[in-house]
């Protein structure tokens, strides 16, 4: 999909402006999320050397500059490649959205008192972390190059237990079945644990639309 998408942006330099944005959006998001990380599980305060929600604005202006941008291509050209522009307009709300989930980590890190530990979940929250860090990373990677096979990789290991290892740390708290974690460090592990998910499945709908069409990105390749 993305081979037929990038042969048109050279032919279009509208469509080449939107998706050097789109590629800037994601290495905004990629500063956000590590200083974002770095908050809440390695300092015990929330002082970073990025302005999360002035990058989180930044990202959502462009959002809107990639829809027009796509939106002026496909008045002009008559709906001429309509399919490719509905794809990069998915792209950039996936993106927008994996933005406003690293605020959210931020804004854990600045109410949360001090640095964020799993306690008895610990060692499983640090395998979700570096799960969802590396498909994450990998997911730019894999949006700038194109890379087919790469994303393939992505897209199954998220399809075999990323979502679920998730849901098991956030569910063993709300359920009770686990001890040693008071009210507050149980509230923000089990919403960290969602952030991260939710930050898994965007950039999991992003790596998909490299081998998908339309109407099939967000879904398992046929």
Not at 45 to 72: F, W, Y
Not at 93 to 108: A, S
Not at 186 to 214: D, E, G, M, Q, W
Request: aromatic letters at 6%; glycine letters at 6%.
């Amino acid at each position: 999909m993305w081979k037929e998408l990038i042969q048109l942006f050279k032919k279009d330099n509208l469509f080449e402006q939107a998706y050097q944005e789109a590629a800037k959006m994601l290495n905004t998001d990629a500063a956000m999320y590590d200083a974002s990380v770095e908050a809440l599980r390695h300092k015990d305060t929330a002082e970073v050397g990025l302005d999360i929600h002035s990058a989180d604005k930044e990202v959502n202006r462009s959002e809107r500059d990639v829809r027009k941008k796509v939106m002026t291509h496909l008045v002009v050209s008559g709906g001429t490649n309509l399919a490719s522009g509905l794809s990069l307009v998915s792209v950039v709300v996936d993106i927008e959205r994996i933005g406003d989930y690293t605020k959210n980590i931020y804004d854990l890190a600045v109410h949360h008192p001090l640095r964020l530990q799993g306690g008895p979940v610990e060692e499983k929250l640090q395998k979700v972390e570096t799960a969802v860090t590396t498909d994450f990373k990998g997911m730019i990677e894999v949006f700038k190059d194109r890379d087919e096979d790469k994303a393939r990789v992505i897209m199954n290991n998220y399809k075999e237990g990323l979502s679920d290892a998730c849901e098991e740390i956030s569910n063993s708290i709300l359920s009770g079945s686990i001890s040693g974690l008071d009210s507050s460090d149980a509230t923000a592990v089990s919403l960290y644990a969602r952030f991260l998910k939710r930050i898994a499945s965007h950039s999991r709908n992003i790596v998909t639309s490299v081998v998908n069409p339309f109407h099939r990105i967000g879904y398992r390749e046929k």
